[in-house]
């Protein structure tokens, strides 16, 4: 059972968690220890799911039980999946070997569902394809070339950006009303990736088609809105943001360059990255934020904050802007000072909280996981530890890790293990304190599921 006496109220009003004094401050921690700590939790959640929630696509980790996830009704063992090169990459071989084996005996996406593109790409074909490319298992790739199969007519439209669903048997796709992250954000690496393993270039030709499209439509500033019709190619919505559902597009724009030199993502990718830093930063707080602004005129909307955002400082240092992603990253020093567990939506003009909960989120242990990879700089090694060891002790639950319903209150669990705390955070974590040796630290890819399509040292 957890001690609910590790919740601690804040000094103020305020009801936040708070951090324990200095504990993010140890001048010198055991690195390779902690690594140790990582690896023994992971082989630990991994041991509840095989008991309660196998083959399902997630536990919940507070009633020991398994849910869907992707179809509903329908399970993928999506954990399964996204745990792949995380367990290669700790060195977990006989969980990862049990895993295979069920998927290579139990996995089939010919399933008469509805799936959402941008989920099931990011994280079943790029788990497929980084587990895969870390144990060189053919089963995987050939799956993965069968989902993508499966939902390439989603393609099949005027603009050339997908429907957001398809139905893996029919090849119907439906709703096309769709984000930025979806169209971008969740297909060009991983399709890339896949056209580059088989051969058949139409996968990544689709997904680059879709971004450069969504990108053509940018507003005289150089900003996108954060919803569009993909059959018209008209906006519904006029608001400019880094965070969800724009997000990851920018991260991909410049994630496909990297991966095939196509000049025509890098120019994207700098011109939006030009048009956010002109229009949405806002520094009037003491640190560097990103407003929510109007996509045509640059007006401010609010200043208020997704979990989801978080990512960004990471990107930012990646793309060539390594001052602005530093300055970005210690405004998210200072809220996860505030609250252990980031709560999903604050304001910090006066760190209102906005939205309670927090489903296990990652993107604060990637911003630092990528800037430690660009700088070497030890402060980041020493945010991604206090993430850490906050997880340990208010998101532990009896069967796994488990989300919140609200960060500032003690035990608030949503009893759901997302598939992607398997692919992300516990891979942030190992790989900023372990010194991996299966990890090639300097060349390098992580997708925006964490999946590592390069960078994998086998043999």
């Given at each position: 059972?957890i001690?609910?006496?590790?919740f601690?109220?804040?000094?103020?009003?305020?009801?936040?968690?708070?951090a324990?004094?200095?504990?993010?401050?140890?001048?010198?921690?055991d690195?390779?220890?902690?690594?140790?700590?990582?690896?023994?939790?992971?082989?630990?959640?991994?041991?509840?799911?095989?008991?309660?929630?196998?083959?399902?696509?997630e536990?919940?980790?507070?009633?020991?039980?398994?849910?869907?996830?992707?179809?509903?009704?329908?399970?993928v063992?999506?954990?399964?999946?996204?745990a792949?090169?995380?367990?290669?990459?700790?060195?977990?071989?006989a969980?990862?070997?049990?895993?295979?084996?069920?998927?290579?005996?139990s996995l089939?996406?010919?399933?008469d569902?509805?799936?959402?593109l941008?989920?099931?790409?990011?994280r079943?074909?790029?788990?497929?394809?980084?587990?895969?490319?870390?144990t060189?298992?053919?089963?995987?790739?050939?799956?993965?070339?069968?989902?993508?199969?499966r939902?390439?007519?989603?393609?099949d439209?005027?603009t050339?950006?997908?429907?957001?669903?398809?139905?893996?048997?029919?090849?119907?796709?439906?709703?096309?009303?769709?984000?930025?992250?979806?169209?971008?954000?969740?297909m060009?690496?991983e399709?890339?990736?896949?056209?580059t393993?088989?051969?058949?270039?139409?996968f990544g030709q689709?997904?680059?088609?879709?971004?450069?499209a969504?990108?053509?439509?940018?507003?005289?500033?150089?900003?996108?809105?954060d919803?569009?019709?993909?059959?018209?190619?008209?906006w519904?919505?006029?608001?400019?943001?880094?965070?969800?559902?724009?997000?990851?597009?920018?991260?991909y724009l410049?994630?496909?360059?990297?991966?095939?030199?196509?000049k025509?993502?890098?120019d994207?990718?700098?011109?939006?990255?030009a048009?956010?830093l002109?229009h949405?930063?806002?520094?009037?707080t003491?640190?560097?934020?990103?407003?929510n602004?109007?996509?045509?005129?640059?007006?401010?909307?609010?200043?208020?904050?997704?979990?989801?955002?978080?990512?960004?400082p990471?990107?930012?240092?990646?793309?060539?802007?390594?001052?602005?992603?530093?300055?970005?990253?210690?405004?998210?020093?200072?809220?996860?000072?505030?609250?252990?567990?980031?709560?999903?939506?604050?304001d910090?003009?006066?760190?209102?909280?906005?939205?309670?909960s927090?489903?296990?989120?990652p993107?604060?242990a990637?911003?630092?996981f990528?800037?430690?990879?660009?700088?070497?700089?030890?402060?980041?090694?020493?945010?991604?530890?206090?993430?850490?060891?906050?997880?340990?002790?208010f998101?532990?639950?009896p069967?796994?890790?488990?989300?919140?319903?609200?960060?500032?209150?003690?035990?608030?669990?949503?009893d759901?293990c997302?598939?992607?705390?398997?692919?992300e955070?516990?891979?942030?974590?190992?790989?900023?304190?372990?010194?991996?040796p299966?990890f090639d630290?300097?060349?390098?890819y992580?997708?925006?599921?964490?999946?590592v399509l390069?960078?994998?040292?086998?043999?």
């Open positions: 059972m001690d609910r006496r590790l601690l109220a804040s000094a103020a009003a305020s009801t936040a968690l708070a324990t004094p200095g504990e993010s401050r140890d001048p010198a921690p690195w390779q220890s902690l690594a140790r700590d990582v690896r023994a939790e992971m082989a630990w959640a991994w041991a509840e799911y095989r008991r309660y929630a196998w083959g399902q696509d536990i919940r980790p507070v009633s020991g039980s398994g849910q869907s996830f992707l179809i509903p009704g329908q399970t063992g999506l954990s399964i999946v996204e792949l090169d995380t367990l290669w990459l700790m060195g977990l071989d969980e990862l070997e049990d895993g295979i084996r069920w998927i290579t005996s089939r996406f010919d399933l569902g509805d799936a959402q941008f989920e099931a790409t990011i079943l074909v790029g788990g497929l394809l980084s587990g895969h490319l870390a060189g298992e053919a089963k995987l790739l050939e799956l993965a070339h069968d989902l993508a199969s939902m390439m007519p989603a393609f439209t005027p050339g950006m997908p429907m957001r669903y398809v139905n893996l048997v029919t090849g119907k796709a439906r709703d096309p009303l769709s984000f930025p992250a979806e169209i971008g954000g969740g060009g690496p399709l890339v990736t896949l056209s393993l088989t051969g058949e270039k139409r689709a997904a680059i088609k879709a971004m450069l969504l990108y053509e439509r940018r507003s005289r500033i150089g900003l996108i809105a919803t569009i019709d993909v059959t018209t190619g008209a519904v919505t006029r608001r400019a943001t880094v965070g969800p559902p724009t997000d990851s597009y920018f991260e410049w994630d496909s360059w990297v991966l095939t030199g196509d025509r993502l890098r994207a990718y700098r011109t939006c990255t048009g956010i002109a949405l930063a806002d520094r009037t003491d640190d560097l934020w990103f407003a602004v109007d996509f045509e005129t640059g007006e401010r909307l609010n200043l208020r904050q997704s979990e989801l955002s978080a990512f960004y990471g990107l930012l240092a990646e793309g060539g802007k390594h001052g602005a992603g530093v300055a970005a990253m210690r405004g998210w020093v200072k809220a996860q000072e505030r609250w252990p567990v980031l709560p999903e939506a604050f910090p003009s006066d760190w209102s909280i906005r939205a309670k927090n489903a296990l989120r993107e604060l990637d911003a630092a990528t800037l430690w990879l660009h700088d070497q700089d030890e402060q980041w090694r020493h945010v991604a530890r206090a993430h850490f060891l906050n997880m340990k002790r998101n532990k639950a069967h796994g890790y488990s989300g919140l319903t609200d960060v500032t209150t003690p035990g608030a669990f949503d759901a997302p598939g992607y705390w398997w692919s955070q516990m891979k942030y974590y190992w790989l900023i304190f372990s010194d991996c299966r630290y300097r060349h390098n992580l997708s925006t599921e964490g999946n390069k960078g994998l040292k086998r043999g």
